[in-house]
């Protein structure tokens, strides 16, 4: 049985995974920041017959990153995979950059990229260990009338070339980890209001299309993966 640490993993994509992961008999570490709303994801999915853990965890706080770290490495040695699921668009999400301030900002930034930043840094040996295997849940980050989300976009930007960045080295170096990120397109969830229309996925939807790439057997190291299966280059157009 490997284990998975989701973050972010009480509720929407998040817990959707951990019910997907969690039937396909993986113990699920749920990752969150509030205990309380963890202990209830985590008694929801053992009713399921999953066998699920709370680690709770603040990805904005780099203390709270490091704790929970150390938690993984000493109670949970056989991780295998670890999910940057956690995030926040920035509100309102649709705000042009001139009306987001700094410091909003740098908050969306820490929990968007410097959070899975420091969580990959701190469990890279024990993933190592176990030829474990990063997943970030990202988005599109090329600008589109469609989708121009200033905040969002431009602190989930460095998480898709963390990706691409860390993967390469992976290879480079013989790390037995392979990283990559997905972006499971619109779905909704309590951070876009709950939107709904043409083409919105609900949670599990969006959890079994993420969830594809791991199990479908392919080396995707240092791919940065949209949905329906396109990959992005750097600049975040689609190269295939």
Same mark, same amino acid.
């Given at each position: 049985m490997t284990t998975a640490f989701i973050t972010g993993a009480n509720k929407g994509i998040g817990f959707a995974m951990a019910e997907n992961l969690g039937a396909r008999g993986h113990h699920i570490l749920v990752g969150a920041r509030d205990e309380q709303r963890g202990q209830t +994801?985590?008694?929801?999915?053992? *009713?399921?017959?999953?066998?699920?853990?709370?680690?709770? /965890?603040?990805?904005?706080? &780099?203390?709270?990153?490091?704790? %929970?770290?150390?938690?993984?490495?000493? !109670?949970?040695? !056989?991780?295998?995979?670890?999910?940057?699921?956690?995030?926040?668009?920035?509100?309102? &999400?649709?705000?042009?950059?001139?009306? =987001?301030?700094?410091?909003?900002?740098d908050d969306i930034w820490r929990v968007n990229f410097l959070g899975p930043f420091e969580l990959? @840094?701190?469990? @890279?040996?024990?993933? *190592?260990? #176990?030829?474990?295997?990063?997943?970030?849940?990202?988005?599109? /980050?090329?600008? *589109? %009338?469609? $989708? #121009?989300? $200033?905040?969002?976009?431009?602190?989930?930007?460095?998480? #898709?070339?963390?990706? @691409?960045s860390l993967g390469l080295a992976f290879a480079t170096e013989n790390i037995p980890i392979q990283i990559l990120a997905v972006t499971p397109g619109g779905t909704s969830t309590d951070?876009?209001?709950? /939107?709904?229309?043409?083409? =919105?996925?609900?949670?599990?939807? +969006?959890a079994a299309a993420i969830i594809g790439f791991l199990v479908d057997g392919q080396d995707h190291n240092g791919q940065v993966i949209n949905f329906d299966g396109t990959v992005y280059s750097y600049a975040g157009e689609r190269i295939n």
């Open positions: +994801a985590v008694h929801a999915l053992r *009713a399921q017959g999953v066998v699920a853990d709370l680690v709770v /965890i603040d990805v904005s706080d &780099m203390g709270s990153v490091r704790q %929970a770290a150390e938690v993984v490495r000493r !109670d949970y040695s !056989d991780l295998g995979l670890l999910v940057n699921n956690a995030g926040t668009p920035g509100y309102p &999400m649709r705000a042009y950059g001139w009306e =987001v301030d700094t410091q909003t900002l990959i @840094k701190q469990l @890279k040996g024990v993933l *190592a260990a #176990n030829n474990g295997t990063i997943l970030n849940v990202s988005i599109p /980050i090329e600008p *589109a %009338a469609r $989708f #121009n989300t $200033f905040a969002y976009q431009t602190t989930k930007a460095p998480l #898709n070339v963390m990706t @691409k951070l876009n209001g709950h /939107i709904q229309g043409p083409g =919105v996925k609900t949670p599990e939807q +969006a």
